[in-house]
């Protein structure tokens, strides 16, 4: 198991920026998946960007060129730098870990972001 703290939510306007932060408890070096969800009330969570093992990057198409995901092993944090920001962004954010060995699906509390004018 692994507890997933993220950060970094909040309100921006259009077009602003936020880096989300995800620290593990553990590290996340052999996990196999780790990454970011986003959900807004009565929809599904959704994967936004999720880095796999071996290093290889997945993102939706909605936030790619926008957003950027990436990992520092040795903090045991993986960070989402979100640009260009827009309204239709805006939902509660969660960090997601699947372990390699056991297929365990872990997830933080959420953070929420809110893109607004």
């Known amino acids: 198991q692994v507890q997933l703290v993220e950060s970094g939510g909040g309100l921006v306007q259009p077009g602003g920026s936020l880096r989300l932060s995800c620290a593990a408890s553990r590290s996340i070096f052999s996990i196999y998946s780790i990454g970011w969800y986003r959900q807004v009330p009565g929809k599904q969570r959704d994967m936004v960007a999720a880095?796999?093992?071996?290093?290889?990057?997945n993102y939706a198409d909605s936030v790619k060129g926008r957003f950027t995901i990436w990992r520092d092993n040795t903090k045991n944090t993986v960070f989402l730098q979100m640009n260009n920001l827009k309204p239709e962004d805006t939902a509660v954010y969660y960090c997601n870990a699947v372990d390699s060995t056991t297929s365990r699906t872990d997830w933080g509390q959420g953070t929420q972001v809110t893109v607004s004018s």
């Open positions: 880095i796999i093992s071996g290093g290889r990057t």
